[in-house]
């Protein structure tokens, strides 16, 4: 029985790991064009002999992510004229060999910690001592392997430049997926304080904790969107648009907690047999539905505002209080108006607009 679920979070991980290379598939075709064209310029325009640093510089510009690509190549660029300059003076006034290598490269990193304070210029002024001292290039070779990075780093410049407009689709997808989620949680929870099941709680509960890692690819997402049209000037209209999405995050990363706090309540619930009334559970399965509504409005890039109709139900029937509700339960009344609020913002509302939304409680 303990395998059960040591299995299913394998498959999870697995399942989300196809879907991270899935929505990385741009970001890889990107850079096997980069490379291709990087090599093909400084081999067959520039006459360079096996410029393999013009590839490399594309990739580490481009990388796996949109956010802070300028700042990455040029980074490269001045690690390896930092590397090369060093790597030169000191090769031809003392050789080549191990204490020449450390020398170098001790000396070249402590002058990119000077100049810059990017990690990636003091590890590539490291990186490019070390290949000038290991081969011993000639005259010429280290101010051509210079050019060869501005080669790799001015393809990938263009590239980033023309980058498809997945990204932005990006955050709008990765917020229905975190808030289809928070659906499955909350179909469990109802099940498990309706049939008084503690391993559907404690499922639930440990459901909700593992959303965290959704939330990290939402922030991921956001923040790439949002710098991807400030790089590039052809996306520049879809900022407003980047923008929102990315105002997305904040509100659902409260909601995520709040479903921590349910299901953690709902789990003590069960475990300690303390009753929830009825009407109190239907509300749990009545956020699931107008989290679903609200998921399926994103994918459908509907406006948020489509999916308010149905928390704004929710929210008018999560204020009469049962008289003779416990603690627990009182707790999963709260924690679902919680959510309602969050979910209100997402849908559109600041949140004041979403606070009077939901109604004070009353006693009937």
């Known amino acids: 029985m303990s395998s059960l679920p040591e299995t299913a979070s394998v498959s999870a991980r697995l399942r989300r790991g196809l879907q991270r290379l899935r929505d990385r598939w741009p970001l890889l075709a990107q850079i096997g064009v980069a490379v291709y064209l990087s090599w093909f310029i400084a081999k067959e325009v520039l006459g360079h002999d096996q410029p393999f640093f013009a590839p490399v510089t594309a990739i580490l510009g481009l990388g796996l992510t949109y956010g802070q690509r300028l700042r990455r190549i040029v980074e490269v660029a001045v690690g390896v004229a930092i590397g090369v300059l060093v790597g030169d003076v000191i090769v031809i006034l003392l050789g080549s060999g191990g204490w020449q290598m450390a020398l170098v490269v001790v000396t070249a990193m402590s002058i990119a910690v000077v100049v810059s304070t990017g990690q990636l210029v003091v590890m590539q002024a490291g990186v490019q001592a070390v290949f000038i001292v290991a081969f011993v290039a000639t005259t010429g070779e280290g101010v051509n392997r210079w050019v060869d990075a501005l080669v790799g780093g001015g393809v990938a410049i263009i590239i980033g430049a023309v980058a498809p407009t997945s990204p932005l689709a990006r955050p709008r997808a990765e917020a229905a997926r975190t808030i289809r989620e928070i659906t499955v949680v909350l179909r469990a929870v109802a099940a498990a304080l309706r049939d008084r099941d503690p391993e559907?709680?404690?499922?639930?509960?440990?459901?909700?904790?593992?959303?965290?890692?959704?939330?990290?690819?939402?922030?991921?997402?956001?923040?790439?969107?949002?710098?991807?049209?400030?790089?590039?000037?052809?996306?520049?209209?879809?900022?407003?648009?980047?923008?929102?999405?990315?105002?997305?995050?904040?509100?659902?990363?409260?909601?995520?907690?709040?479903?921590?706090?349910?299901?953690?309540?709902?789990?003590?619930?069960?475990?300690?047999?303390?009753?929830?009334?009825?009407?109190?559970?239907?509300?749990?399965?009545?956020?699931?539905?107008?989290?679903?509504?609200?998921?399926?409005?994103?994918?459908?890039?509907?406006?948020?505002?489509?999916?308010?109709?149905?928390?704004?139900?929710?929210?008018?029937?999560?204020?009469?209080?049962?008289?003779?509700?416990?603690?627990?339960?009182?707790?999963?009344?709260?924690?679902?108006?919680?959510?309602?609020?969050?979910?209100?913002?997402?849908?559109?509302?600041?949140?004041?607009?979403?606070?009077?939304?939901?109604?004070?409680?009353?006693?009937?």
């Open 200 to 364: 559907t709680a404690h499922a639930a509960l440990e459901h909700s904790r593992s959303l965290e890692g959704s939330l990290g690819e939402l922030r991921t997402a956001a923040a790439e969107g949002v710098a991807v049209v400030r790089q590039s000037p052809l996306l520049r209209r879809h900022r407003p648009k980047a923008v929102a999405a990315s105002e997305l995050v904040l509100p659902l990363d409260r909601c995520v907690r709040n479903l921590r706090v349910l299901a953690r309540r709902a789990d003590v619930a069960v475990r300690r047999d303390e009753p929830v009334p009825p009407r109190y559970v239907d509300l749990v399965d009545e956020l699931a539905d107008a989290t679903a509504d609200l998921a399926r409005v994103l994918d459908e890039h509907d406006l948020p505002s489509a999916g308010r109709a149905v928390l704004e139900r929710v929210a008018g029937r999560s204020a009469r209080v049962e008289p003779a509700a416990g603690l627990s339960a009182e707790m999963v009344r709260g924690q679902v108006r919680s959510m309602v609020v969050d979910l209100l913002v997402v849908a559109g509302l600041d949140d004041d607009e979403a606070l009077q939304v939901v109604p004070e409680s009353y006693l009937p």
